[in-house]
């Protein structure tokens, strides 16, 4: 199983990022899939996931102005964000497992595979 994100760079406050996560050896479908980002010194925080049938949950800071994608024909997972913020600087990696209880969708200990990550810095 292979998760190779990109897509991340450096941005002014305001402006916009579409991450990518290209999936091999895994089937996207039927399963969990997550945006989780961490600065150093804090804990990995989910930003974002999406699960079958495309039901998809948000951070309280990623509301409104992050929205989670996939296409499963692709097998690649999107996270396209707007209207970004100075403290949405972070490595942002992609994640998948099977399946997660829907209450712990966002916490990182749940989920098997990972990406290696790709930085997004706001400035």
């Known amino acids: 199983v292979q998760l190779v994100e990109s897509g991340g760079g450096s941005v002014q406050a305001g402006g916009s990022l579409r991450l990518s996560c290209a999936v091999s050896?895994?089937?996207?479908?039927?399963?969990?899939m997550g945006w989780f980002r961490q600065t150093p010194g804090k804990e990995r925080e989910g930003v974002a996931t999406i699960g079958d049938p495309g039901t998809t949950t948000y951070t309280d800071s990623a509301k409104d102005r992050f929205s989670i994608s996939q296409d499963k024909g692709r097998s690649t997972l999107y996270l396209q964000m707007n209207s970004l913020k100075p403290e949405d600087t972070a490595m942002y990696y992609c994640a998948a497992n099977i399946f997660v209880d829907a209450p712990r969708l966002r916490v990182a200990a749940e989920y098997k595979y990972w990406g290696q990550g790709t930085q997004v810095t706001v400035s």
């Open positions: 050896g895994y089937k996207i479908s039927s399963s969990c």
